[in-house]
């Protein structure tokens, strides 16, 4: 690679015949370490902050929200149960963490961004700028999946197959607990082309070695859907399996675009 595509400093020579570094970045000022980890802090702060925010936003409508999801799988013959004082509100917390989540995800690429900023070659501003709004669409398309598609799967396998064994006793938190894993972990999984083409853009990983390791890619793909979800059926495992698959070719067609 040039010094144009991988930043790196390139030789000038002063008037005093000594060699002197002068950045490849046009603005690219040097600055200490500590200076780059106190910058790192408050952008850090500012994603932690939008992601309270979100939670205190959200919470007045989480009790609605529940009672939503609890009609829309369970149904009304099940009661809800709870079995401690605080069940309620943890449960309520989880399912606000999930929106929150999804408005502080593309946050969090924007404040990568201006972190980066000063060190990025124009073309590489114009594609961060591209991966802000592609992460909030990820996020949402993954959590769309997770909603319509593996959670109404998992909860009627369970509740249709359970019923003449035993009498179906949900716990609140329990049941909120693995709506919002599956929601959150699909709307993070769906973040992997995004990661996949940053990683081969900055160097960490080359294109070629990706295709040469798709059995080992695919290998740990299964280790970590079996580790994904709380989803005793292994539905959720299996579609996230496949959907990982999916996501990862298309990542590969994405780095070739890009």
Known sequence: MDSQQTGNVTPSTNASGKNSYASGVPGDIEEPVMAHLFELRNRLAVV???????????????????????????????????????????????????????????????????????????????????????SFLLFILGTTIGYFLVLPAMFKYILFYSGDLATAQLSVQ?????????????????????????????????????????????????????FLSPDPTFIAQIVVAVLLAVLFEFSLLLVRLF
């Open 48 to 134: 932690l902050i939008w992601l309270i925010i979100g939670i205190i936003i959200s919470f007045p409508f989480s009790a609605k929200g529940m009672l939503l999801i609890w009609k829309e799988f369970i149904g009304p013959g099940l009661i809800m149960s709870s079995y401690s004082p605080l069940e309620w509100t943890l449960a309520r917390l989880k399912l606000c963490l999930v929106f929150a989540l999804a408005i502080s995800i593309p946050l969090s690429f924007y404040q990568l961004y201006r972190f980066a900023a000063k060190g990025l070659y124009p073309h590489e501003r114009r594609f961060f700028l591209k991966v802000i709004p592609a």
């Open 174 to 226: 329990n049941t909120l607990s693995a709506v919002t894993t599956i929601l959150a972990g699909f709307g993070v999984v769906f973040q992997l082309p995004l990661l996949v083409v940053f990683a081969v853009k900055m160097g960490l990983v080359q294109y070629e070695t990706l295709k040469k390791q798709r059995i080992l890619i695919y290998s740990a793909i299964l280790a970590f859907s079996l």
